[in-house]
Structure formats: C-alpha cells, structure tokens
Antibody
Framework: EVQLMESGGGGVKPGGSLRLSCAAS????????MNWVRQAPGKGLEWVSS????????YYADSVKGRFTISRDNAKNSIYLQMNSLRAEDTGVYYC??????????????WGQGTLVTVSA | QSVLTQPPSASGTPGQRVTISCSGS????????VHWYQQLPGTAPKLLIH???QRPSGVPDRFSGSKSGTSASLAISELQSEDEADYYC???????????FGGGTKLTVL
C-alpha cells in the first residue's frame, strides 16, 4: 500500500525556519518525481515545489524561490522541504504528493495527510 | 488570482450531469496535460483524472476529462450526493516553469 507521511509542521514566528519531511513507503520511491503542494486556510491548492526522481530537475514557485529548498534521499525514501525566512502568507497545510509515471507533472496520484504550518508572531 | 480559471461554484441534482471548466493559456493547458482533483472537507485531494482524460484505477467512470486548445473540462454524470466537494484542475506552465492550479469549484448536490 502506497503511503506518504508528512511531519515537521508547527508554529513559528515570522522570519523563522522549519524543515518538513515526507516519508514514503509501498512503492519504488527512487522512480518517482515528487511534489510539495500547500493550502492556506479556506483557500485553494498552491503548487510549491517539484523534484525529479534523481533530483536532476528541481522547480520552485516564485512565492518561495530563494527561501525554500526541496531535497530527497532515495536511500531513506524521503523528501524534505527546508523553509527559511517564513512569512505569515506561508501559513497552511503542506502536502507531499507523488507524481504519476505517465510523464512530467501529469497528475499527483497519492497524497499525504498534510502537515500544518502556522507562521505568526 | 489563479493562473487557471474555474467557476467558483457549480450545482446539480442527483442523477444529473455536471461539467466544470478550466481555462488556461498556451503556456499551460495549451501545451501540457491537465489533471483534476476532488477534495472533500478536511481531507487531502484525490486524483480523479490525469493526462487530460485518464482515470486512475478505482475512480468511477462517471468522471471524465477532456481538453481542447487552452480549455479543459471535467464531467460528472449520474451525480450523487457524495460528489459534493471542491474540484481543482492543474497543469504545468512552461512560462512560469512550475505547476499551476485553478482556484477550485465548489460542487453542491441539491
């Protein structure tokens, strides 16, 4: 059974840092591109970052570029999101999601349950 | 303001067919594939359609996707009360070099 489990969320003051983790199981992790997607309270989905299966391609939303860093450890079946210089507008639920194998960004077929990040003074 | 445009709401009665539109541009919908998600309150999104019109296993064939030019649509036939949820379209944007989503459509089953 495919499972994605995020952790690392919590409350932090503006300007602070958090590191999110996503542990994957039930599939050949090193074969899949992975994404972080977030959702502010009461709002829609926002793509945050993507990392290819062998981390040779990495992309970021303009809203997080220069502040967030995505990485993966295929030996540990995990992806990470290092979030620095956090702002109030970064508040939301952060999901990690697995891409389908059909091609680049053609759909996220499995999602974690999400981890809540709250940035507030 | 989302890059992909969806109607904020849609509605239908049980048994009806409903369509939700997703309008983009040549850099996203026009040149890349579209995917659709269903999100029930308090839960993670669920993939309904990938690669424009492909249903993952387990998704009922009442859900179908299509794309023409810079627009895409999700159709839900034989509407059921459990279809009441938020629906999102997504795609890759070559100009932004990133993923984009629609603002979401809240479907109400009357």
């Amino acid at each position: 059974e495919v499972q994605l489990m995020e952790s690392g969320g919590g409350g932090v003051k503006p300007g602070g840092s958090l590191r999110l983790s996503c542990a994957a199981s039930g599939f050949i992790f090193k074969s899949y591109s992975m994404n972080w997607v977030r959702q502010a309270p009461g709002k829609g989905l926002e793509w945050v970052s993507s990392i290819a299966s062998s981390d040779d391609y990495i992309y970021y939303a303009d809203s997080v570029k220069g502040r967030f860093t995505i990485s993966r450890d295929n030996a540990k079946n995990s992806i990470y999101l290092q979030m620095n210089s956090l702002r109030a507008e970064d508040t939301g639920v952060y999901y990690c999601a697995r891409e389908t194998l059909t091609g680049w960004y053609e759909g996220n077929d499995y999602w974690g349950q999400g981890t809540l990040v709250t940035v507030s003074a | 303001q989302s890059v992909l445009t969806q109607p904020p709401s849609a509605s239908g009665t049980p048994g009806q067919r409903v369509t939700i539109s997703c309008s983009g541009s040549s850099s996203n919908v026009g040149s890349n594939t579209v995917h659709w998600y269903q999100q029930l309150p308090g839960t993670a999104p669920k993939l309904l359609i990938h690669t424009n019109n492909q249903r993952p296993s387990g998704v009922p064939d009442r859900f179908s996707g299509s794309k023409s030019g810079t627009s895409a649509s999700l159709a839900i036939s034989e509407l059921q009360s459990e279809d009441e949820a938020d629906y999102y379209c997504g795609a890759w944007d070559d100009s932004l070099d990133g993923g984009v989503f629609g603002g979401g459509t809240k479907l109400t089953v009357l």
